[in-house]
């Protein structure tokens, strides 16, 4: 297992994290033995880093943690997370004392806010509010560093990092949405530590593609996503949502291998992404001036599941993306948003600014994934 310092904190972590989100569920309960079992191979393979929530599993995921962790606290780092976004300080500090019982430790390495945004980073300044608690916390011994989960944008990214109040961050970042690398390097180069969440897509880039596997002769597509994300210098730890044993063993050979990517072989990935973006836009930017559609037709949707499979040979992924939009979510009910449910009225294609022949690109993507 390959180890890098987490920021300032003096704390050396395991490349690769264990993300307690996905695990095995029976009877809609996390299945603990199974659960506890992954973990700790995990971690007698050098993972040293989990990571859980108050949510995750039913609110179970925090449990089986701390159940793994058991006797173990010593070689582990322990990472959670608090969801509470609001005014109140009693309340941040109920869903701490919480998490502290529920994992059964007497403090938490990596306390995260979860999925911080700028504007809610503003409503919890002030006496009394949460970020005074975070403080607190930390100087009581309850948390050891202080850190922040986001989806917000990398600008308001940027933000959060210059406060200067955190230590370390867990952010997105993957093959295909790179889109926080810049605010990564700047956390970096501010001594944070970058813990970084969806290193697999949140499982989309479980599907094989010979493409993105052949950029580096890797055995799967998992294992390319993961080596590229550990391949930046930038990024401190790559926590993975394991939910069998065959993946704790192949994320952590990966994660063991003493060179990710070469700088070569990182140079020409990020030049093969960067030309597989141009072409995904030479069929559609995502601009959306095409909405909205008379039928419902998600027109940047659908052909975004067909850039999948054209550009990252990732058909599978693309196949159940479109699939999805056939049953679409609007208001209290449900549309067809799949490219089956154009009538060729013909209204969008004045409004593309790339003129593209939408109708035929839309039967085009119902001939290649709505057929098995």
């Known amino acids: ?109 990596f306390y995260h806010s979860h ?74 180069e501010k001594g944070m530590g970058v813990a970084i969440m969806g290193p697999v897509g949140g499982g989309r880039l479980v599907s094989p593609s010979e493409k993105l596997q052949g950029m580096v002769g890797a055995k799967s597509t998992p294992e390319i996503a993961l080596r590229f994300v550990i391949s930046n210098p930038n990024v401190t730890i790559a926590l993975s949502g394991m939910n069998s044993m065959e993946m704790v063993e192949e994320n952590c050979a990966t994660a063991s291998r003493e060179e990710a990517l070469s700088e070569e072989e990182r140079r020409r990935v990020i030049e093969i992404l960067n030309e597989s973006q141009k072409l995904a836009e030479l069929y559609c930017t995502g601009c959306g001036y095409c909405m909205p559609c008379p039928n419902d037709v998600d027109i940047p949707a659908n052909f975004s599941a067909m850039n999948l499979y054209r550009v990252f ?25 799949w490219a089956a449910a154009c009538v060729e009225c013909g209204k969008c294609e004045p409004k593309c600014p790339q003129k593209i022949k939408i109708r035929e690109q839309l039967k085009e993507t119902h001939n290649a994934l709505g057929t098995s």
């Open 1 to 109: 297992m390959q180890y890098r310092m987490y920021g300032k904190t003096g704390d050396k972590v395991s490349v690769l994290g264990y993300g307690a989100m996905r695990l095995p569920m029976k009877d809609n309960h996390v299945d603990m033995d199974i659960s506890v079992a992954m973990i700790r191979r995990a971690i007698e393979l050098g993972v040293n880093y989990v990571d859980t929530a108050v949510g995750y599993c039913n609110g179970e995921s925090q449990i089986a943690v701390g159940k793994a962790v058991k006797g173990l606290r010593d070689k582990v780092f322990v990472s959670t997370k608090n969801h509470y976004k609001g005014p109140s300080g009693d309340e941040w500090q109920r869903l701490l004392d919480q998490s502290l019982e529920r994992i059964d430790v007497d403090y938490i390495d």
């Open 115 to 188: 999925g911080l945004g700028w504007e809610e980073y503003k409503n919890m300044l002030g006496p009394g509010k949460p970020m005074e608690r975070f403080h607190k916390a930390k100087e009581q011994g309850l948390i050891r560093h202080m850190c922040f989960s986001c989806h917000d944008s990398p600008e308001n990214m940027i933000k959060l990092i210059d406060t200067g109040e955190f230590e370390g961050m867990l952010v997105q970042y993957n093959l295909l949405d790179r889109r926080n690398e810049d605010a990564i390097a700047h956390a970096h």
């Open 313 to 337: 040979g990732l058909k599978e992924l693309a196949m159940r993306q479109y699939k999805s939009l056939g049953r679409k979510r609007k208001g209290d009910g449900f549309v067809e948003a």
